[in-house]
């Protein structure tokens, strides 16, 4: 297998994805193909910009048989792309098993010149106690190792892609180990089961926890999630890490009058325009559409659903181009609370740092408390913790203002001027202190604050700020603090005032307020 990625953001990739049929860039959508009831034509789907699917390999097996070894499973579903086949996991998640052997669903895939297969496992579901959801875990290793005596090494670099299948749900000491255990048998590529009842209880923030549980586990290979197909999801486990993911939802949807739109679903029948301006979209309205016969409404609603789906992985690989994942994936975490509640675990994981650029061509946008954790703001104070002035005299801190850098601002020369032995620095709610000789450094002056947002918030809600303000100044010994302030500064003032005891006795500081305002 060969994976090479060309562009990151955050722990989101555009990569490339070699297999026997064909190159796949990632993040990539990969929508389900019923084996045997296929309403829209894979050939629709390939023209959309799809280029692979995945089908069921129990299904097949039961209904194809022989036949689908004959001609091969991409002439069965008449596919002509990349083909990922599904060992029948989902039906043993509905009925709590299947009538065949691991081996069987193993061979059959391999057989049928699947390009990227996923051995039989036991998904953990949602809700499972402990002790059981561990047994499955256990009953999915010992199903993988049977496939891997049969098959061989999955990573031999030709054939099939064999993808490893972590489970273990909300556990996530049993998700680390079955991916654990799984990178020891040598998987090239992993998928992650058993979301979709998490996303049907809108569990958002337990999704992200463990999609980060496995990134950890396994930084740098290829990952697939499992039934993520709605259009709120997908920045959130492209931006944690997600390289592929597959869904039936286009259909599933569609039969339940659920229209995709960029921010959720509505039902058909409370639309009274389409926004949207795809084919679909542009040849009805929603009370014509509501007005078809039902077979071909599922249809063209599926279709809709699809063209969302496309775009969504499009405008989400643009934003990794741009730079600007994290500002993409937080306006879409407004859309829905959980969402939100998911997206605030950012500021808990350390491996979105890795594949954020050190410098990027636009300034970052802050808007709120969340984006003091974004990797490059939590980068710059880390920078900032090591920072020794060579200054003799006092320290001056003043608010950024709208020059940058600010060594070249009227300011700071009036300021040097005037105070040529002082340490001058300014302050920025979310990267903290900025002292002058660095504030042209990646994101000091290139970054947007929202100052009507930010003084809606308290000075609380900022402790990445007053953690940096105690580091600087028990790094550098001050005898005397000039603070010009601003709105945010007088609260932080008046909450951190000296005589509060944290910072007498670390600091034990005059402060002179000089007001700007």
Not at 105 to 116: H, L, P, Y
Not at 169 to 181: G, M, P, Q, R, T
Not at 434 to 453: G, L
Request: include cysteine; glycine fraction near 6%; charged fraction near 25%.
């Amino acid at each position: 297998m060969s994976f090479e990625i060309r562009y990151s953001d955050l722990a989101g990739r555009i990569g490339k994805l070699s297999t026997p049929s064909g190159v796949i860039e990632t993040p990539a959508f990969i929508p389900v193909i019923h084996p045997i009831k296929q309403s829209i034509s894979p050939q629709f789907i390939k023209s959309l910009g799809f280029d692979a699917v995945i089908t069921n390999a129990y299904i097949a097996l039961g209904h194809y048989g022989k036949e689908a070894i004959e001609k091969g499973i991409h002439k069965i579903i008449d596919f002509e792309g990349i083909v990922m086949t599904d060992s029948g996991g989902y039906q043993v998640l509905e009925y709590g098993s299947i009538d065949v052997k691991p081996t069987d669903i193993a061979g059959f895939e391999r057989d049928i010149r699947s390009d990227i297969c996923v051995p039989l496992d036991k998904p953990t579901g949602y809700g499972l106690e402990h002790s059981l959801a561990n047994r499955y875990v256990e009953e999915t290793i010992e199903n993988t190792q049977l496939t891997i005596d049969m098959i061989g090494d999955p990573d031999n670099p030709r054939g099939a892609i064999w993808v490893g299948p972590v489970q273990g749900a909300e556990h996530l000491d049993l998700v680390k180990k079955s991916a654990d255990l799984l990178d020891k048998m040598h998987f090239q590529m992993f998928a992650l089961g058993s979301p979709v009842q998490l996303m049907q209880a809108y569990e958002f923030a337990i999704l992200a926890d463990i999609i980060a549980t496995v990134k950890r586990t396994i930084p740098t290979k290829p990952i697939h999630l499992f039934g993520a197909g709605h259009p709120l999801t997908i920045p959130l486990a492209v931006a944690l890490g997600c390289d592929t993911f597959d869904s039936a939802s286009y259909i599933l949807y569609a039969r339940d009058n659920r229209y995709m739109h960029q921010n959720g679903t509505s039902r058909l029948e409370d639309l009274t325009y389409f926004s949207c301006q795809c084919p679909v979209c542009t040849s009805y309205t929603p009370t014509e559409l509501l007005g078809t016969p039902w077979d071909k409404r599922i249809d063209e609603l599926a279709k809709h659903n699809l063209y969302v789906l496309r775009a969504e992985v499009l405008a989400v690989k643009q934003a990794i181009r741009d730079g600007r994942l994290w500002e993409y994936v937080t306006q879409k975490a407004q859309a829905h609370p959980k969402l939100t509640e998911a997206v605030m675990n950012f500021s808990r994981y350390e491996f979105l740092d890795v594949g954020t650029a050190l410098f990027k061509k636009k300034a970052i946008f802050f808007n709120g408390p969340q984006d003091q954790y974004r990797p490059e703001a939590l980068r710059f104070r880390k920078m900032i913790t090591q920072f020794k002035t060579r200054k003799k005299g006092d320290l001056i801190l003043f608010p950024e203002g709208q020059v940058s850098p600010f060594y070249t601002s009227q300011a700071f020369l009036k300021l040097s001027k005037k105070f040529p032995d002082d340490q001058i620095c300014t302050y920025n709610p979310y990267i903290g202190i900025v002292p002058a000789e660095v504030s042209d450094i990646f994101p000091a002056a290139h970054n947007v604050v929202s100052q009507d947002k930010l003084f809606i918030h308290k000075v609380g809600d900022f402790p990445t700020f007053i953690e940096s303000l105690e580091n600087f100044l028990v790094f550098n010994k001050f005898k005397n603090i000039t603070i010009v302030s601003d709105s945010f500064m007088k609260e932080v003032i008046k909450e951190y005032k000296p005589e509060n005891d944290q910072l007498v006795k670390v600091l034990d500081y005059h402060f002179e307020v000089i007001d700007c305002m």
